[in-house]
């Protein structure tokens, strides 16, 4: 998998995570045009994520806004992933002024992400 699908991948995942906060069915697409990403998920509660990445020298960099689907609670989202070897490693700020950061190491067809959210 190339390197910009990979951390693209890894940033939404990292967002959809954080909006849904539950457990929740996924679904949405991602497209790429020229060196952007552009993210549109939406959760089976009525929740979204929506941003863009770029990735500039194996470093991801992520904008996302994301909603509970009530309307009631949105977040923004941003951050760096950065991948070195199979390793992925994630820092990003909320707009309520928490900080997230972890590191996702990929294993064949699988990624395993740990993330701490202070």
Known sequence: MKTLTKLALAAVMLAVALAAQAQVGIYGTSTTIGDFTFHNYY?????YVSGTTTVIGGTAFSDFNTSDG???????ISGTSTAIGDFTFHNYSTS??????????????????????W
Do not use: A, P, R, V
């Open 43 to 47: 959760t089976s509660d009525g929740g």
């Open 70 to 76: 009530c309307g009631y609670d949105s977040l923004d």
């Open 96 to 117: 309520d002024g928490d900080m997230i950061s972890g590191d996702s190491i990929t294993i064949g067809d699988t990624t395993f992400t740990d993330l701490s959210e």
